[in-house]
């Protein structure tokens, strides 16, 4: 593994092992930002993610979502903001919350770590956005 990459993955683990299950993002986030991480771009349904750090980028394929040919789902606005939120209250594991993103229509998202916000966009230019709070690592 290159540094990055090296770097990313440590961020990543870290991340996973002091997130809290209620509201987690947040802090997943901080270690990502501290990590050197600018911008992570995810499309769906591939479950690719792009990494822009300070140093270069990184991409991460995921276990895709769908396979083969599928209709993308309309984007709706009520649906996406309650998979983030049942992500956020803890009922959801990040897989599920891709997978309820992709049926509300998502088929990708931008996280802004320097400005903390995340937009969601659906295929035919929608978008819904929201802001995360700043979180302080302890340590």
């Given at each position: 593994?290159?540094?990055?990459?090296?770097?990313?993955?440590?961020?990543?683990?870290?991340?996973?092992?002091?997130?809290?299950?209620?509201?987690?993002?947040?802090?997943?986030?901080?270690?990502?930002?501290?990590?050197?991480?600018?911008?992570n771009r995810w499309f769906l349904p591939s479950c690719q993610a792009i990494y822009q750090m300070k140093?270069?980028?990184?991409?991460?394929?995921?276990?895709?979502?769908?396979?083969?040919?599928?209709?993308?789902?309309?984007?709706?606005?009520?649906?996406?903001?309650?998979?983030?939120?049942?992500?956020?209250?803890?009922?959801?594991?990040?897989?599920?919350?891709?997978?309820?993103?992709?049926?509300?229509?998502?088929?990708?998202?931008?996280?802004?770590?320097?400005?903390?916000?995340?937009?969601?966009?659906?295929?035919?230019?929608?978008?819904?956005?929201?802001?995360?709070?700043?979180?302080?690592?302890?340590?």
């Amino acid at each position: 593994m290159t540094n990055l990459i090296t770097k990313l993955s440590e961020a990543q683990k870290l991340a996973m092992s002091i997130r809290p299950k209620v509201g987690g993002f947040p802090t997943l986030a901080e270690v990502l930002r501290e990590a050197g991480v600018i911008e992570n771009r995810w499309f769906l349904p591939s479950c690719q993610a792009i990494y822009q750090m300070k140093e270069g980028s990184v991409v991460q394929q995921g276990t895709p979502l769908v396979t083969g040919v599928h209709e993308i789902p309309k984007f709706h606005r009520e649906n996406v903001i309650k998979a983030i939120r049942e992500d956020q209250e803890g009922k959801s594991t990040f897989p599920e919350f891709l997978k309820a993103a992709w049926e509300a229509g998502v088929v990708g998202y931008d996280v802004d770590f320097t400005n903390r916000k995340v937009i969601y966009y659906g295929v035919n230019g929608e978008s819904y956005w929201e802001e995360y709070p700043a979180v302080t690592l302890e340590g």
